[in-house]
């Protein structure tokens, strides 16, 4: 029986942390692509387009993830697409975070007092140019802890996409507890390298929190 | 033809109908002051001719141009009519000359250096040139709202409307903001404010609006509605003050 060291656990381990953080970075950006348009359309004048965001949010928040994404991989393999374990983690967890990121995002823009939209009508603004010069730039400040705070549910949802058969930090750990026997140690490592990805994420959520309480200026 | 032209209108929230037939005209260089309690639909009115609520019957138009509720009409009127806020609702990420310069900017395009000049200008007319890079929360209010009405004035309106807007000041800032509106009347501007500055509006006023339960009441010139009120309800509000 070959002997297995930490330092080949580890290193296994750290080889597969880069597609945790190549997934995280996709899922969190496309989200937050997706998840401005969602903000777009919720704090829209017209009903249509804030139901049709509320909807979405609705179910993509209302169903576990891991179900999104055994749909969008079992799901879509049923009329004959066939979706390599890749592609329909990024694109589940990206609709995914979308969900959330609108809805973070909807209620910053909320946080902002009337009075500012109200302002920038009366000055001839059109409603993109009210959101974009006077209501975004006020609530991306406040947006910035709980968007920061959130990517640690990304990191960690990441996890989930193993189910499928991506191979991220979690299925690496299956992989490599498999052939060394050494299940304890192997997820004990697992757990230490989402923590370094995750901790200084939360922390600096904490002191952005805490220095926008400080730095309150009359809004 | 009359600057601001109301006919009929009528606004109601759900069951509960705000103004019931407001019939109004505002002759170029007219200065009205809109009094009457709590809830008679003074806002609500001046809300309604600049399109921040939208007309349930009835028809509003300024300078010959009908009010209608899209955005290429909407940015029109406000283009002609300016308002001032009693919560000054200041941008407070932006310097005060950013918060002059912006709607020229970006609603008229204007090159920066010229929406500069004016900013300076228009800050100079209300006496805060030197407060140009100042942000808002370093203004007292009775600033705040000298600078909104220069911002408003850098759109270079037709009209101003002025929802209370020295209701929110402590007392001794009152003046300072209620002398740059006596300036505006006095360089012929035309303006609609809703005012509890009786005082002021007896002043300066070339009519007086009273409003009750969502009508014109009693209208006229100050020194008649004030002196010779015609309806118990008008001299029971003036009993009040
Ligand atoms: N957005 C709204 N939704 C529902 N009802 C409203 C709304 N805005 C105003 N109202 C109602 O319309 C009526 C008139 O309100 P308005 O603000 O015009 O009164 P006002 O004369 O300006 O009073 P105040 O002196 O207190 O400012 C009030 O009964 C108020 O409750
Ligand atoms: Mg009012």
Do not use: H
């Given at each position: 029986m070959i002997e297995f060291t930490i330092w080949d656990i580890l290193r296994?381990?750290?080889?597969?942390?880069?597609?945790?953080?190549?997934?995280?970075?996709?899922?969190?950006?496309?989200?937050?692509?997706?998840?401005?348009?969602?903000?777009?359309?919720?704090?829209?004048?017209?009903?249509?387009?804030?139901?049709?965001?509320?909807?979405?949010?609705?179910?993509?928040?209302?169903?576990?993830?891991?179900?999104?994404?055994?749909?969008?991989?079992?799901?879509?393999?049923?009329?004959?697409?066939?979706?390599?374990?890749?592609?329909?983690?990024?694109?589940?967890?990206?609709?995914?975070?979308?969900?959330?990121?609108?809805?973070?995002?909807?209620?910053?823009?909320?946080?902002?007092?009337?009075?500012?939209?109200?302002?920038?009508?009366?000055?001839?603004?059109?409603?993109l140019q009210q959101m974009r010069y006077v209501i975004l730039p006020q609530a991306m400040k406040i947006a910035v802890p709980p968007t920061v705070g959130f990517s640690v549910q990304v990191i960690k949802g990441t996890a989930l996409t193993s189910i499928i058969g991506f191979v991220e930090l979690s299925k690496a750990g299956t992989v490599v507890t498999n052939a060394t026997f050494q299940p304890f140690t192997v997820y004990g490592l697992v757990a230490l390298i989402y923590f370094a990805l995750c901790w200084p994420l939360s922390w600096s959520s904490q002191i952005l929190e805490r220095k926008l309480n400080v730095a309150h200026r009359n809004y | 033809m009359s600057l601001i032209e109301i006919t009929e209108v009528r606004k109601s929230y759900g069951e509960n109908e705000v103004l019931k037939g407001i019939n109004l005209d505002v002759e170029p260089g007219e200065v009205i002051a809109i009094i009457g309690k709590s809830g008679s639909g003074k806002s609500t009115l001046l809300r309604c001719i600049n399109g921040l609520e939208t007309i349930s019957k009835g028809s509003i138009s300024v300078a010959g141009a009908q009010l209608h509720d899209d955005e290429v009409h909407l940015k029109a009127l406000r283009l002609k009519i300016g308002m001032i806020f009693q919560q000054f609702n200041l941008f407070p990420h932006l310097t005060v000359g950013g918060n002059v310069m912006l709607s020229q900017m970006v609603v008229k395009k204007t090159a920066k250096p010229e929406a500069e000049k004016m900013a300076r200008r228009m800050l100079e007319r209300v006496g805060l040139e030197q407060k140009f890079d100042a942000y808002p929360d370093e203004l007292s209010g009775g600033q705040q709202q000298r600078v909104a009405i220069a911002r408003a004035l850098a759109m270079q309106p037709m009209a101003l409307l002025c929802d209370e807007i020295t209701s929110a000041l402590d007392p001794e800032l009152v003046a300072e903001v209620l002398a740059v509106v006596r300036e505006l009347a006095a360089e012929g501007m035309t303006l609609l404010m809703v005012t509890h500055e009786m005082k002021f509006a007896r002043d300066v006023c070339s009519r007086v609006v009273f409003m009750y339960q969502g009508r014109v009441h009693e209208i006229g010139r100050p020194e008649d509605v004030?002196?010779?009120?015609?309806?118990p309800e008008l001299k029971q509000f003036l009993g009040l003050h």
């Open positions: 296994n381990l750290l080889l597969a942390t880069r597609w945790t953080i190549v997934l995280s970075l996709v899922s969190f950006i496309g989200g937050g692509i997706v998840g401005l348009v969602l903000l777009f359309l919720r704090v829209s004048k017209r009903q249509w387009s804030r139901s049709l965001a509320k909807y979405y949010i609705e179910l993509f928040q209302g169903t576990p993830l891991l179900m999104q994404l055994f749909i969008a991989f079992f799901g879509l393999g049923l009329f004959g697409i066939d979706v390599p374990a890749w592609l329909a983690a990024g694109l589940a967890l990206i609709f995914w975070s979308a969900a959330f990121l609108g809805e973070i995002w909807r209620g910053c823009v909320e946080a902002i007092a009337k009075g500012q939209w109200e302002a920038a009508a009366s000055l001839g603004m059109g409603r | 004030f002196a010779n009120p015609q309806t």
